[in-house]
């Protein structure tokens, strides 16, 4: 398999956008929560929470947008609740993320076995078909023909992210409180209800990101299915220095090397110009490169300058 | 709302004491709710649970097995969030661990190295705690040189580990005799440990266990190692001002916890499994952090948290064979019980003081 | 001037647990005025402010802006009525810009746009009408602390403020900046604003109020008409007749009294640019002396402590310990091995581990003494042991020696971090703020060891915003502004004026 193959093949980057997808919005949802001074470990749980429950209403007979309403519903309820542990209560952000994404996971193993106590295969539901009314656009039309409407809704997200960050009031005042939050109250602003709200639409986020696993690239719910995402994702807020527009590209460069592996695992380990290696290596390569994107970042990165600083107010 | 905390002066022994029990307690309520959802009489689960858990030899024989690994990731996560210091990483930290005691221990070609039984076994276990040690100073010096966040760092490095023992158990680690399933060479047999108790699979290692628990809080009683952990966990600026060697506390607390969580592989491959497979841990790392969050960080909670929780796993699968619910309510008790945990401890340091007009 | 009344405090009243900030004041403003709030620290002014502006709810009084009573504990209800406050630590966001500072929290989050255009149309007109100039787009971080004060005063003018209240907002200021701040000060008077200015600093008081109320402990001791007052009777009102320690005077310094301490133009620079912290400083401290360091706060003073500290390295110059001129150590407890005792600003949260028992704060600084650790372990009886005859002989109230160190009483902290640091019997005492915060009885008792430990041969290069505090225990007075030394006399022959006016950059004749 040449490298021309590869690249000028739509196929590929069909699975590279495909994958990019959950990516994209779960690295959105944790960035607002970051941009308002929260980290929300809370992802790989909130993840797996909506793609069972929105999964789940759509197995029951909702329309498939239903479903990634409940998605996000289920996203926000868990999300509320590492709000509430965090910012009034001040617990630490750390452990009430992990605490809630195993919260969120274990009870999403449990509804489903509850629901389908004896099955073997999977139950299936019908996914969000392709758009194949692309497909006749030059270039970039058989790679958004293969894709569903929800990586359009992610697409859509950034650009409407950056703009609520950037261009409202809204948006101003949770950059604020992330940054100073004794200057957002000295304007009069409430920490407490900007901190609970960015936490909340984040984890919505998080939660769509989610149910595109279970309503797009599968069609089932299963066990691990997250698989880490989220964890990528709180990664890659690092590598988009907080912003939406560099959090597509990092999410697209690293289902690039995603899409690479599957594709090297599938059709023979060889590509000219690197050496036969196991197949786990180019696996390991997302992670390392994530990693190494933390430490460049960590030099330069524009830290909200109050992330993970709980504020009391008027605390001696 | 018009309620904002107030720090107590002195929280009270006794309130951090009954916390966890108040949140046991408590969560036990809410997952009741979950048991009639599933349409089980909630009374007739939970005995069964407990009866799973620590109802007969056999039951308590498992539950002993499976606190083993946890007692050990549990202390790992304990020294180390102690120092402020998220290491969420003991899972791969175990399987590397793991994987150097058979590197060590194993049976290469049929012959294991030649050397005398104790040195061998001490070389194994000296091989496992290095392994995890040097895997969790990659992270801690990219926390204390540059800043990077030790908990994404950590996380991600759980994959890269997983990847790694799967690329050696498919190469140079590989069992000759296994068929087709991906496992290690085996572990010589004269470095097992015994059985603990008879006929079942409880063994000494759990014995380790308890003691480098007790080996812990007692360097964190009397060791001036102990009592730096404790002031730059603490309060780090204060640490610094009064000349504490800051960093180099923060390293050797790193490697300790890297070390504790490889030592728990190797105890495992050395008790339960005599090979290295790519699912010998149900998570144990990740759950460890909940021990440890459970215990309150101390050692000797740990003992007991971990036995909790594993008595919960282990009492949620046998519950789960004899009634219709599932086993995953193991894992929501443990993690309600977390959660209810942190806000009880908080309510026995803060006080809810109404705010005046 | 109208005679219009545009704030009025009544017995206002702020407990801290048993400390009393504020005790029953009240004041009144007038639109048009500059009121001056004067006092010394921990006098109550911030306080009295923060309650003013929301950040605090007082205990008993009440507030009234232009007749209308002022909801407590809302800083957006402050802001509605008129109240704008430039806090003295700015509450700026060093990564967003000029016009996001300021825009922020005032339109309604419910909106769709924010409206950049008008609001930087404003913003630069505003800049102009009152001489505060300053680009919109600019990155505050980038900012000079002038301009950053600016950027908070605009702030306030921005929401319409008509009562504006200006925390110590020439401490960091150049003399030139300080001009122009008057200069827009008086422009706000003259359209009718009432302004609250707070200081130290007796001549600008002079310069810019039309009254003067000065606090001391807590209390309103005096309101005066600026023009019928002058700065020597301020600065008795603000200090007061406190009992003190009678001075164990010398008359000269002693003969032959060596060198403690020799800092050569000492410079630590500022890792966000600009003016340095430390500006080539020049500093010598003999054995038998204490050198007193006066001088508004960040005006240097941490800069130099933490080089003695052994927390920053100079950037510049050299620091040499002892007669022999021994190389200075680099770290804190290289400073402690090498004979210097070092009493931190903050007690709480940097001379003592809050958490850890009080007989392990107690030896804390010791713990490569063979006394206290022998092979790794903590030797605790010897510890203990310690800590109860320090306990003793320093008077430190604990209900044990295990008991949380953090709930000890500042008194006794302090005793506790003064008892480990002169037991020891250093040659160097670098002592910050000791007295600060401390009830009448424990800051006699401070004072009184740092005179013994002087007695003894020690050098002290002690920090005090306290003048009173100054004269009474300094041999040589050492003014710092702006992060120079700007001059090191003994102190017969400086006076209060002398000193104040030196703390405003103007070197003495």
Redesign the interface.
């Known amino acids: 398999m040449e490298w021309m193959d590869l690249l000028s093949s739509s196929a590929f980057w069909v699975a590279v956008l495909r994958l990019a997808t959950p990516l994209i919005l779960g690295t959105l949802g944790v960035l607002l929560c970051e941009r308002a001074g929260v980290l929300n470990l809370g992802i790989e749980g909130i993840m797996a929470a909506g793609a069972f429950t929105g999964w789940l209403v759509v197995y029951l007979g909702a329309p498939l947008y239903v479903g990634v309403l409940a998605a996000a519903l289920a996203g926000m309820v868990f999300g509320l609740l590492h709000a509430v542990l965090t910012v009034p209560l001040g617990l630490s952000q750390h452990v009430s993320g992990l605490g809630v994404t195993l919260l969120a996971t274990s009870l999403s193993y449990f509804a489903y076995r509850v629901t389908f106590p004896s099955v073997n295969t999977p139950p299936t539901i019908t996914p969000f078909a392709e758009m194949t009314f692309f497909k006749d656009i030059p270039v970039i039309g058989p790679v958004l023909a293969g894709q569903t409407v929800m990586t359009l809704i992610a697409l859509i997200a950034v650009p409407l992210i950056a703009w609520v960050l950037n261009r409202t009031p809204l948006g101003l005042a949770i950059r604020m409180v992330g940054e100073n939050p004794a200057a957002a109250e000295g304007q009069g602003l409430s920490v407490t209800k900007l901190r609970m709200g960015a936490i909340v639409a984040g984890s919505a986020l998080m939660g769509v990101a989610g149910s595109f696993l279970t309503l797009a690239a599968f069609n089932a719910f299963f066990f691990n299915m997250v698989n880490g995402r989220g964890w990528v994702c709180v990664a890659l807020v690092v590598f988009a220095s907080w912003r939406p527009g560099k959090a597509l590209l990092g999410a697209l460069i690293f289902a690039f090397f995603d899409a690479l592996q599957l594709r090297l695992q599938q059709g023979g380990t060889s590509l000219p110009g690197l050496p036969e290696l196991p197949y786990q290596v180019y696996l390991m390569l997302p992670y390392v490169l994530s990693i190494l994107a933390l430490v460049v970042m960590a030099r330069r990165a524009a830290y909200p300058q109050a992330l993970m600083k709980p504020y009391r107010k008027g605390e001696r | ?1 018009n309620l ?2 107030e ?1 107590r ?2 929280a009270s022994r006794t309130a951090l004491l009954l916390a966890p029990l108040a949140a046991i307690v408590f969560t036990l309520l809410i997952c009741a709710l ?1 048991v009639a ?2 349409g089980a009489p909630v009374g007739q689960t939970y005995a069964l649970l407990f009866d799973g858990a620590f109802g007969s030899r056999f039951a308590l024989s498992e539950t002993l097995t499976r606190a083993t690994p946890l007692m050990l990731t549990g202390l790992a996560c304990a020294v180390a ?1 102690r120092a402020r210091f ?1 290491n ?1 990483g003991a899972e791969g930290q175990l399987y590397l661990g793991a994987l150097a005691a058979v590197a060590v221990g194993g049976m290469h070609d049929g012959v294991g190295f030649d050397l005398p039984v104790p040195v061998l076994f001490a070389g194994m276990m000296i091989a496992a705690a290095l392994a995890g040690a040097l895997l969790l100073l990659i992270p801690a010096l ?1 926390k204390t040189r ?4 030790e ?3 950590t ?3 759980n ?2 580990v997983l ?2 023992v ?2 050696m158990l ?2 140079i680690m590989k069992d000759p005799m296994a068929m087709g399933w991906p496992q290690s060479v085996a572990l010589n047999p004269d470095l097992e440990f015994g059985k603990l108790i008879a006929k079942t699979r409880a063994h000494t290692g759990l014995l380790w266990a308890l003691g480098l628990a007790v080996a812990l809080w007692l360097i964190n009683r ?7 952990m ?2 730059v966990g ?2 780090a ?9 800051v960093t180099r506390v923060m390293l050797g607390t790193a490697m300790l916890s890297g070390a504790l969580a490889g030592l728990a592989g190797a105890i495992e491959v050395a008790g339960r499994t005599s090979y290295v497979t790519l699912d010998m841990s149900p998570g144990y790392g ?1 759950t460890g ?2 021990v440890a ?1 459970l215990a309150g960080l101390h050692p000797l909670g740990v003992v007991v948290a971990s036995i909790f929780v594993a008595g919960m796993l282990v009492g949620a699968d046998s519950m789960s064979r004899a009634i ?3 086993n ?2 193991a ?2 008790i ?3 019980s ?2 209810s945990m ?2 009880a401890t ?1 309510f026995a340091q803060y006080r809810l003081r109404r ?3 | 001037m109208t005679d219009t009344l545009a704030l009025q405090l009544e017995g206002i009243t702020k407990r801290f647990g048993s400390l009393t900030a504020n005790d029953g004041v009240s004041l009144s403003v007038k639109q048009g005025e500059v009121l001056a709030l004067l006092g010394e620290n921990g006098a109550g002014k911030s306080t009295l402010v923060s309650i003013l502006f929301g950040h605090y709810v007082a205990d008993a009084g009440r507030i009234t802006v232009y007749g209308q009573a002022l909801p407590p504990g809302r800083p957006d209800a402050a802001l509605a009525a008129g109240v704008g406050m430039v806090h003295q630590h700015f509450t700026l966001a060093d990564n967003m810009s000029v016009l996001d500072n300021v825009m922020v929290g005032t339109q309604s989050l419910w909106r769709l746009a924010s409206g950049r255009k008008p609001a930087r149309q404003r913003l630069i007109e505003l800049g102009q009408r009152f001489g505060l100039g300053v680009d919109p787009d600019a990155r505050v971080g980038s900012l000079s602390v002038g301009e950053k004060q600016r950027v908070e005063i605009l702030k306030a003018l921005y929401r319409g403020a008509r009562i504006l209240i200006l925390d110590e907002p020439t401490a960091v200021l150049t003399p030139q900046e300080v001009d122009g701040l008057f200069t827009t000060l008086r422009g706000f008077v003259a359209e009718g604003l009432a302004v609250i200015f707070i200081s130290h600093k007796l001549d600008e008081v002079m310069a810019v109020s039309q009254r003067v109320a000065v606090l001391r402990q807590g209390k309103l001791v005096a309101e005066r008409d600026t023009a019928s007052t002058n700065a020597a009777e301020l600065a008795e009102l603000m200090v007061g007749r406190k009992v003190v320690m009678p001075r164990v005077q010398s008359a000269e310094p002693r003969a032959q009294a060596a060198p403690v301490v020799t800092l050569s133009q000492v410079t630590v620079s500022n890792s966000q640019g600009g003016a340095p912290l430390l500006d080539a400083a020049d500093l010598i401290v003999h054995t038998h002396e204490i050198v007193a360091i006066a001088g508004v706060a960040g005006n240097g003073q941490q800069a130099l402590v933490s080089v003695l500290n052994g927390l920053r390295q100079p950037d510049d110059g050299t620091i040499r310990l002892g007669p022999d001129h021994a190389a200075a150590p680099r770290t804190p407890a290289g400073w402690t091995a090498a004979g210097v005792g070092r009493i931190p600003e903050d007690r709480h949260h940097e001379g003592v581990i809050g958490d850890s028992p009080l007989w392990e704060n107690a030896i804390i600084e010791d713990l490569n003494d063979k006394r206290f650790t022998r092979l790794g372990m903590v030797r605790a009886q010897a510890g203990r042991a310690y800590a109860r005859e320090l306990s003793k002989q320093f008077d430190v109230r604990a209900a044990s020696l295990d008991v949380r160190t953090r709930s000890l009483s500042g008194g006794n902290m302090q005793k506790l971090i003064l008892g480990r640091t002169l037991a020891r019997q250093p040659r160097l005492i670098v002592a910050d703020q000791p007295t600060w915060g401390l009830d009448i009885g424990a800051v006699a008792y401070v004072r009184e060891q740092l005179l013994a430990a002087r007695e003894r041969g020690a050098g002290i290069l002690l920090v005090s915003e306290d003048l009173e505090e100054i004269f009474a225990l300094a041999d040589r007075i050492a003014v710092m502004c702006g992060g120079k030394i700007i001059a090191v006399k003994p102190v017969a022959e400086w006076t209060p004026a002398s000193v104040g006016l030196a703390m405003t950059g103007a070197v003495p004749a």
Not at chain 2, 146 to 149: N, T
Not at chain 2, 237 to 245: E, K, Q
């Open positions: 709302m904002y905390l720090r002066t002195e979950l959802w599933a969030f998220y969420i990219l540059l800043g990077v966040d908990v994404v760092t996380l991600l490095g994959f890269i990847l790694f799967s690329m498919d190469g009397y060791t001036v190692f102990g009592l730096q404790r002031a603490a309060n600026h204060a640490s610094r001002f009064v000349g504490l060697p990740y952090v909940v969050m219709a619910v599932p995953y309510i894992d929501v443990v993690a309600a977390l959660l942190l806000v908080l705010k005046q007009a």
